[in-house]
């Protein structure tokens, strides 16, 4: 079985080695091929195109950067579904919009070809070890199918519902962890002005009941100001306006995570948009 990958970023990179580390067949693109030269290196086969990818391939992964890119790769004449085979499937792993994940199911499935939405949640750490949530929409056949490609990249593999239901669960991670970035970095900058030892106070709270994967693996890289990205602060971005968006038509208010979205373009604003979502931690130090 051959496996196309479509995005070799700082998540996808790490993907793709798990893949070919399980022996599969791995053909990748992606728009920089720079960004493809490690895995290149380790034997992943480059194409010139989504095209020949769909073509040459049985599962199509895609993890790229927005929605827009997101549509010209699967509805593009150059694209998945006008290349891909009947009976091969599709899986986007981009965090996305729900409506979009529908859109490319049903279009997929008059293609016959099997499609589904499956987000992620973990960061670089998650994608190095191969440790990922992965949150799937789509059909349980199509699910049952690709379990075993899921299972080289994450450990929490759980099929949320029909087309849609992966991104509409990834809304929910990120309206969570809005919130918790803003409590992570507001607790240290605050334990710093106490003058406390932040690591000491970190070894204390992250075991208790204030525990959580963001406290536990960005707060570190705050305090040593490693702002490097594991996720891109103008894709969190992204993630937010689209559940801000998704929210809104559920006709409900989401007031920390409108708050999180104004801070985070304020960092943006100062160009901080390629740095790690941690470095939320300057906006809060400098006040």
Known sequence: MKIGFIGSGVMGSSMIMHLLKAGYSVNVYTRTKEKAKEVIAKGAMWNDSPATVASESDIIITMVGYPADVREIYFGKEGILHNAKAGSYVIDMTTS???????????????????LDAPVSGGDVGAKNGTLTIMVGGDKK???????????????VILQGDAGAGQHTKMCNQITIASNMMGVAEALVYAEKAGLDPEKVLSSISAGAA????????????????????????????????????????????????????????LAAEGEQDSGTQALYKLYKKE
């Open 97 to 115: 919009e729900p409506s979009l994940a529908v859109e490319i199911y049903q279009q997929a499935k008059e293609l016959r070809i099997h499609a």
């Open 142 to 156: 199509a699910f049952e199918a690709c379990k075993d490609v899921f299972s080289l990249l994450g450990t929490n």
């Open 211 to 266: 525990g959580s994967w963001s406290l536990s693996n960005l707060a570190p890289r705050m305090i040593k100001e490693d702002f490097e990205p594991g996720f891109y602060i103008k894709h969190f971005i992204k993630d937010m306006q689209i559940a801000l968006k998704e929210a809104k038509e559920l006709g409900m208010e989401t007031p920390g995570l409108a708050l999180a979205n104004h801070l985070y373009e304020q």
